[in-house]
DNA sequence: ATTAATATGTGAAAAATGTCACGACATTTC
DNA sequence: GAAATGTCGTGACATTTTTCACATATTAAT
């Protein structure tokens, strides 16, 4: 639990450093200045300065960051040398292309397990993935503690109680249900209908040149 | 343009009030209190109430809001009675699952046309919306002006910029790339690994009990 | 060597967001 | 109809996040 002095906004960041980190160093570039990564990130350069040094200070001045040292801090950081295994909860349409869709290429989180109420599933595996029945949960789960959640919404709920039961502690809710769940719990919501309802509202009510 | 004074988080949020004033009403609920709505939509009720507090005085004291009422304001603030027509670029499989999901059941956005590279696919339809070629953006995009973008991240920048060219102006990213647009076109970034990768962080970095 | 250019790291200010807590008023109960 | 209860709307405050702007250090150029 160390460094719990990060800001949230900058933790949520992080991640998409990483990615543009790598994708520099396949490149085969050295250094990197704020205002470069600011470009690739559409992050603001003095917020991208602001959110490493709260790390210490990674980069030299006039010169910028090392591209390799940094990406290998954040390796670290991220807890990206080792594997994080999830599971998916729901293999329906989007469940399905998650488990196809290889999101996954520039980072060391896997989709292991899938598990779904249709027993003409079970039994079968998408690209590698076995598919279990979701009332295997507890036999199946094991120690993962991480899951995507693409159930239908009405069962949103329901399914949670049980995964929480089966020792789960983080879940990526696609669901529009607003799942309850103890506050050891983390759920994050990405909710389709209001991204893109949302979007139309900012296109409709702000004033154009304004960012999100 | 009219009221630019809300603020973007509370923007956020209204699809949110929405879809669940409209699951309230649906289920005949007459009034709803600002601590019941927190519950379900898992908001603080401090908040809610701030955030309706922005567009007047929606709600009686001692009583609460009426669901009947509210849900008509915000019909008309979300300018629901109008359907707002978008299109999908990239009909692979996450492209595939939106077009076969309906999570639009309880908002009047629809995806009316989608766009893929395959010929393969041009011609045919998925669930009754139409494909066509990304090269037919010019003619057949018509007047739509915002897109879901899932095509690959290799693409995003080339298509992004033709879609600006034919006057789009909202476009929700679903590739890991960021986009560069001129400054007049919005785009909200949904990066799925991204998400994923901060929920782990999160976990692994941060006190449980904590909320997002 | 000296100068010019570059780019970090951060104190301080600003902006945005969230929360508390209470006055005021409506509703309900007795 | 009086008292008790419920709930909004909001001023004030707290917290979080972003941004400015510059002293400082490093590199690059002449």
Redesign the pocket.
Known sequence: MEQNK????????LPLYYRFLNNLNQQGKK???????SEAVK????????????F??????????NVEYLLGFFRSTLDQHEVTEVALIGAGNLGTAFLKYSFMKNNNIRITKAFDADWEKVGTDIDGVPIYHVDQLFEKLEDTKVVILTVPATEADNIADKLVQAGVNGILNFTPARITVPSHVRVHHIDLAVELQSLVYFLKHYPLDT?E
């Open positions: 990060i800001p949230q906004a900058t933790a949520k960041r250094r990197v200045s704020s205002k470069e990564l992050v603001d350069s003095a917020t991208i300065r602001r959110d490493f040094s709260y210490g200070a990674l980069g030299k001045k006039g010169y910028g960051y960012k």
